[in-house]
């Protein structure tokens, strides 16, 4: 894949099924736009092939009505307009609008008698973002807004911007074309909305004492859908999300904390019924994955994503019992593989999986049912049951797993992309952020371009990432640079005792966590590499404390509250160690780590005669590599590759 390659990548994403209908949004960036394009496709339950069921600039989030007969959807008209929400038949025909609001709608959930939507969105207070202060007025330009007066220590969030000016807003809207009914009126933040069974009313997550004060518990409320005071419904041992209603109760996903400490804690899944909560799965050994989407109850079980060594389960967990075991659970789909959404209608389950060498595509789940122990079906790993062929068009490498252990003892894994041709090949290593998160099975762009350059890419899992356990993501705790430092290079080694890999051309480089990990290997280990990029990387943790929109928690979660501990876990207290040629690259409206972070670690580069250079992308956040202008993603693809081809070559 070559950084041209991008505007070639389709890439589905969220599915729904009813019945034979099953539709997914697809995306595919545009360069020359600078745009995200896509609409919705429909696809056959025979294989017989995708195709296109809307055309627009932009469709998403599909969800078909309980009933079959409606499709509700959000479509963005034109570049830099907000997505609205939109119904159509579900038969096929014109779409029609249901909303107008200024900062959009977000995703929409039906009710049980396929007559109303819910949704939340945000509403920005009178004389911002556009709007007018008083009703007949000129809405201000941003420069002639008021000055915020700010006294909550959770007033922004990066690619967001400030929220307490806009918190989100429950809704519902009916199909008759009547005006959007507010539930709640922005006092406190809104998500995951759900309708209750019998449609009553609507269970929402929202901060614990509905946001009095600032805190990292949530909680799960129920408004009724008529109108009225929302009441707390379960409070959580730490933060709920994913709230799915069902005849006896509710299911959601949460983890378990007390104060700040948040952080590498595993996601298990709940159940709230008849006054009882219930944890249904081991906090040790299932980390549920709520990107994927919520939980789907079908017959006695409930269907949920789980991470495990890299890859993105879909297995399902008996309702009955508690505390399930990862081994116990079955397993559906994503052995060896990344789920990225998941539906089901009755006993017909479709989810959008990806490979290393695979954008993703939709595949008809087999093997549902049994009795919940064991491994049902065969899980996804020979990818059979796939209906779709969007990652067909783009030849892609492989990924090979990586074993081996630690200094320590310490068993280590991790993956090698390998370009083609027999080598030697130059070595990038790429750490990923987090640190709580993970390298894995699924496709990754930037493997992909680096590999089709010559590059073999190494991506280890070292301790502090998630799917192997809640101790293994917790034992950076207080220990950054440690033993994360020595499972990186471990992983390292086992890839260069490959013989078709140099071991004189190696390269570094990462973002975020990732940035870290790259400022403190080139600062303790330098001698091992010829060069490093380091990406809006976490270079001072006294700082970012005070600047990043989570570092008021976040750095004492991690590192503690001692200034002199903080310092000592922080790249920029060891830059006068770097000597090798250094990238530092950030995006100039980064939130999470903050600009401040990249400028102080360049100045003390050049300071001490490094060979450093700077790289900043303009209007974009922490999520440039992911989810940034397509035209920034490309020119950071050809800078990256032209520093290996500077230093590496």
């Not at 014109?94 to 949704?119: C, I, M, N, Q």
């Not at 017909?348 to 049994?370: I, P, Q, R």
């Not at 390998?418 to 699924?442: N, R, T």
Request: with cysteine.
């Amino acid at each position: 894949m070559r950084p041209d390659d991008l505007q070639s990548l389709t890439l589905p994403g969220s599915v729904s099924v009813r019945g034979d209908l099953v539709l997914v949004n697809v995306q595919t960036p545009d360069v020359a736009a600078n745009a995200y394009r896509g609409g919705l496709s429909a696809v056959p339950l025979d294989g017989s092939g995708a195709r296109p069921w809307t055309w627009a600039e932009r469709d998403l989030a599909p969800r078909i009505s309980p009933d079959g007969q409606w499709v509700a959807f959000l479509r963005v008209v034109e570049k830099g307009s907000a997505p609205q929400l939109h119904v159509m038949p579900a038969t096929g025909g014109d779409a029609r609008k249901l909303t107008d609001l200024k900062l959009g709608a977000g995703a929409p959930v039906w009710s049980p008698d396929s007559t109303r939507l819910a949704f939340t969105a945000r509403v920005p207070e009178p004389g911002r973002y556009g709007t007018s202060a008083v009703e007949g007025e000129d809405a201000p330009t941003p420069d002639a807004e008021p000055a915020r007066h700010i006294l909550r220590l959770d007033y922004r969030f990066d690619d967001i911007g400030f929220t307490t000016d806009r918190a989100p807003r429950l809704f519902t809207v009916g199909l008759d074309g009547a005006a959007p009914v507010e539930l709640t009126d922005g006092a406190f933040d809104v998500s995951d909305p759900t309708w209750t069974a019998d449609g009553s009313a609507l269970v929402f997550v929202a901060d614990r004492d509905l946001g009095a004060v600032e805190t990292l518990h949530t909680d799960l409320y129920t408004v009724p859908a008529a109108g009225g005071e929302p009441t707390l419904l379960v409070q959580s041992r730490g933060q709920a999300s994913c709230p799915v209603a069902w005849s006896d109760g509710v299911v959601f996903l949460a983890n378990e904390f007390a104060g700040v400490h948040s952080v590498a804690r595993n996601t298990s899944l709940w159940r709230y019924s008849g006054g009882s909560l219930t944890r249904l799965t081991d906090v040790e050994t299932v980390d549920c994955e709520k990107l994927a989407g919520p939980p789907v109850v079908v017959g006695d079980g409930v269907l949920v994503a789980i991470r495990n060594r890299g890859a993105v389960e879909l297995r399902r967990v008996p309702l009955d019992g508690f505390e399930w075991t990862l081994s116990e659970l079955e397993l559906l789909a994503g052995e060896r593989a990344e789920v990225k959404s998941f539906a089901a209608d009755g006993d017909v389950v479709v989810a959008v999986v990806s490979w290393a060498d695979n954008t993703g595509e939709v595949v008809k789940v087999g093997g549902l049912g049994g009795d919940g122990g064991g491994r049902g079906g065969d899980g996804g790993g020979d990818r059979g049951g796939v209906l779709t062929s969007f990652g067909a068009g783009l030849p892609l490498r492989p990924a090979v797993e990586l074993s081996g252990a630690a200094s320590d003892g310490y068993p280590v894994h991790g993956w090698l992309v390998l370009p083609e041709g027999e080598g030697p090949h130059p070595v990038v290593l790429a750490v990923h952020g987090g640190p709580f998160m993970y390298h894995g099975w699924g496709f990754w762009d930037e493997a992909q371009v680096y590999a089709r350059a010559g590059y073999a890419v190494v991506l280890p899992n070292p301790r502090g990432s998630a799917g192997y356990g809640q101790a293994h993501g917790q034992a950076v705790i207080g220990a950054f640079g440690t033993v994360d430092v020595d499972d990186v290079l471990s992983v390292l080694d086992v890839a260069l005792e490959r013989s078709d890999l140099d071991a004189d051309r190696v390269g570094v480089m990462g973002g975020s966590y990732g940035g870290f990990m790259t400022s403190w290997l080139a600062a303790h280990h330098g001698e091992r590499f010829r060069a490093a990029w380091s990406e809006r990387a976490v270079n001072a943790w006294d700082s970012f404390a005070g600047s990043s929109d989570i570092g008021w928690f976040f750095t004492d979660a991690y590192c503690g509250p001692s200034l002199e501990t903080q310092r000592a876990m922080s790249p920029l207290t060891y830059a006068e160690k770097v000597s090798l040629p250094f990238m530092v690259v950030h995006s100039e409206h980064d939130w999470r780590c903050p600009l401040e972070q990249a400028q102080r670690m360049f100045v003390a580069l050049r300071r001490n005669g490094v060979e450093a250079e700077m790289l900043l992308f303009p209007g974009e956040g922490h999520e440039l590599t992911r989810s940034g202008k397509p035209r920034h993603r490309k020119q950071r693809f050809d800078a990256v590759l032209e520093w290996w081809g500077r230093h590496l070559s």
